[in-house]
Each structure stands twice: as structure tokens, then as C-alpha cells.
């Protein structure tokens, strides 16, 4: 049904009114809470672009004020580069930078006193190649790169991965692009939109009495492997490493570790860890 043209610019009057006292009776900030008791606040998405740096520092205040009293243990703000003005009142309160890519920056606040236990955003320049190997004729498919001082030397096809891209895809690229072979390879996830490395490392004890961080950790025991095994609410990854410990403790770790090599770099005076499965013949 159409509205008649006074009723409709009443409607549409109205409704201007009320978004305009809406952003004037704003007083704190919302935002999406996590898991972590955490909040996150898109300033672009509550705040007018025409608000001024004082007033979103008084908005901001009390914002940390009511996130402080409801026990919140950091807060988050992404701040889009049009705003950045606001950044000076969000130092103010304690906010520091947590990092900046394109066209925003996300900011954080630390709450709950101690040692601040958000993960620190990824900056590692991550490396890959691709060791293609043909079972049929025995022979290993490598490249020797054009600009760079070590042109002379082989090497596997590889380069830096990009930005979100996991292990698996990036070494399937670089070697796509630097010899035209085919190749495939597993996935995997990602955090901060980067590639999430998840290492298992073989341990051992020194102490066996626990004592269970309160903050991250629910409950702590020491369990037998085979009820961790056969557990109904072990995930698929626990459940294979349990049958892997399984398997050292009867025939031994040494087919199942991979070990560390320090090794020197072709860059005089440097060395670099190469990590490996162990042969006896080495």
C-alpha cells in the first residue's frame, strides 16, 4: 500500500528525528562478546562520522566504566582509517595499538590486571616449497631462481606465503607459478587471517603435582591414554595422537618424531633450524 505523500514525509521526518536522538542519547558502546568474556566494537558502525574527538572520548569512558563493572577482560575497538582522530581518546584510556592493516586498526584494552593474555597479532613472514617427488623415475622436481646472488644453486620451487593463505595451498602455488607443475596438498586453519601452525611437541614431566590456571582452565587431571583414546568427547585430532603415543610407547618414538638440525644459512655467519624425521644412517 502507498502512503499519501504528507503522511509518507511525516513517516520518513519521523524517522530521521528519532536516528538523530538515537545518536545523540548514545552513551556507551556496544559490541559482540566472546567466549573470552571479551567485547569487540566496530566504532564505524555506532558512530557518526560527524562525532567529534571529545565526545567520543566521553562515550568511550563510560563505555570502560560499564565494561569494567561487568567484569569484561579486554575490549576490542576497530577503528576505520576515516576515524582515526579517535585513536588519541581511546590512548587516553589505556587502549594501545594491537595492529593496523588496510584500511582500519584494532585497538585493545587489557582489564583484568596481571599479564595480558590476548594472542598477539601474527607477523611472521612465513616461507614454503614444495618438494615434488616422482616415486616412477626417482627424481625431485627444482628450480634455480633468477634474481638473487645464489643463482647457481638448485632448490625446491617456493616463496612466501600470502596473507590468510595456508602451508598447504601456498607451496601448491609457488610451485604452479615457478614450473607449471600440478601438485596437491592438505588445508589448513586460520586465525587473525593467517595460517594457523599447530605444533605437537613430545614432553616430559619434571613434577607431576597440578595446579590449574584458574583464568583458562576448567578442570586438570592426569588421564589414562586409553580413556583419552576412547573418550566420547575427544576430538578426532586427540584421538590420533593418542594412538600415535600409543604406538611409540610400544615400538618406540623414532619413526614417530621429527628432530631439530641446526644447519648454516648460505648467509655468512647465520644458521637456520631445519626440522626433520630422524634416520639412523644420519
Known amino acids: 500500500m502507498r ?162 593463505e595456508n602451508i598447504g595451498d601456498a607451496a601448491v602455488r609457488e610451485t604452479l607459478e615457478e614450473t607449471g607443475v600440478k601438485t596437491g596438498m592438505h588445508e589448513h586453519s586460520s586465525a587473525f587471517g593467517r595460517s594457523d601452525m599447530y605444533v605437537v611437541c613430545r614432553l616430559l614431566p619434571v613434577s607431576y603435582d597440578i595446579v590449574p590456571c584458574d583464568r583458562e582452565v576448567l578442570r586438570c587431571r592426569w588421564m589414562p591414554i586409553t580413556e583419552l583414546r576412547d573418550h566420547i568427547k575427544t576430538a578426532s585430532m586427540t584421538h590420533r595422537m593418542t594412538t600415535l603415543i600409543l604406538h611409540g610407547l610400544k615400538h618406540g618414538f623414532d619413526e614417530l618424531d621429527i628432530v631439530d638440525e641446526r644447519m648454516k644459512s648460505v648467509n655468512k655467519g647465520q644458521h637456520f633450524t631445519l626440522f626433520h624425521r630422524k634416520l639412523q644412517i644420519l
Not at 560527524?50 to 579486554?74: H, N, P
Not at 611472521?124 to 638473487?148: A, Y
Request: contains cysteine; glycine residues 8%.
Open 3 to 164: 502512503l499519501p505523500c504528507w503522511t509518507l514525509w511525516k513517516h520518513l521526518n519521523r524517522t530521521r528525528v528519532e536516528s538523530v536522538i538515537k545518536v545523540r542519547k548514545l552513551t556507551t558502546l556496544e559490541g559482540t562478546v566472546d567466549r573470552y568474556s571479551g567485547v569487540t566494537v566496530d566504532v564505524q558502525v555506532q558512530i557518526s562520522s560527524d562525532t567529534s574527538q571529545d565526545k567520543f572520548g566521553d562515550i568511550l569512558k563510560a563505555s570502560v566504566k560499564k565494561w569494567r563493572t561487568e567484569g569484561t577482560a579486554v575490549a576490542w575497538l576497530k577503528v576505520p582509517i576515516h576515524c582515526s582522530r579517535f585513536i588519541e581518546a581511546a590512548a587516553k584510556e589505556g587502549f594501545c595499538f594491537h595492529h593496523a592493516e588496510g584500511d582500519f586498526c584494532l585497538l585493545k584494552l587489557w582489564m583484568t590486571g596481571g599479564v595480558d593474555a590476548t594472542p598477539r597479532f601474527a607477523t611472521h613472514q612465513l616461507g614454503v616449497c614444495g618438494v615434488v617427488l616422482r616415486e616412477d623415475t626417482q627424481e625431485l622436481l627444482v628450480i634455480q631462481e633468477r634474481k638473487t646472488q645464489f643463482s647457481q644453486m638448485w632448490k625446491f620451487p617456493g616463496g612466501l606465503a600470502d596473507l590468510g
